[in-house]
């Protein structure tokens, strides 16, 4: 049975995606590029890092990915505390989990400055007992890094952890760590994208309407 949730956070808990992209935009505008569909499906779910290098080679722009990825993240961190805002569905979750007294942590792309700083923006710093950030691991998402990092600080058995994702690079990392996953969609991305997880739920107030039946699964792996 599941006795760990381990949650991703941009796009799944915050509603950052549209900040991300408007700060991505700042660094690209000058040199004549914005994003677009294709490309921020691309790159969704990656780490920060990983996102720069993508958008220099993509755009061949006179930047070191280090340089444009400060650049980005200048812009974007001193926007977070009066923009950044819960999805919808995300209080009573954790809420409910809390309730349960289901260890919970957050695995996700972003570096910890940004998660420790949007986890106290939404005032919900103190509902997870772990932390595994992207620049924590040697590789980011679709490897097994992160969610391997967070059930071992949870010292929960991966098996026993249900990872909830907004992004098939996401659901690849849960799966190849060996974890139920569920897909709370990204509404820019095609429904036959999130083919791999195990279940999927149009929001987070759907997860929590079926958390009887997620919490009871026992996955078999091997």
Known sequence: MIRAVLFDFDGLMADSEPLAEWAWNQVLTPYGHRLNGQILEAVLGLRVIDTSRFLCRHFDLPLSPEEAMAERERVFLDAVPAQL??????????????????????????????????????????????LATGDEVANGKPAPDVYLLAAQRLDVPPAACLVLEDAPLGIASARAAGMACVAVPNPRLPPDAFGAANWVFPSLAAVLEHLDTLIDHQEHTG
């Open 85 to 130: 805002r819960a999805c919808d569905g995300l209080y009573p979750l954790l809420d409910e989990l809390a309730a349960r007294g289901v260890p919970l942590a957050v695995a996700t792309s972003g570096h910890r400055g940004y998660i420790t700083l949007a986890l106290e923006t939404l005032g919900v710093a103190d509902r997870f007992q772990a």
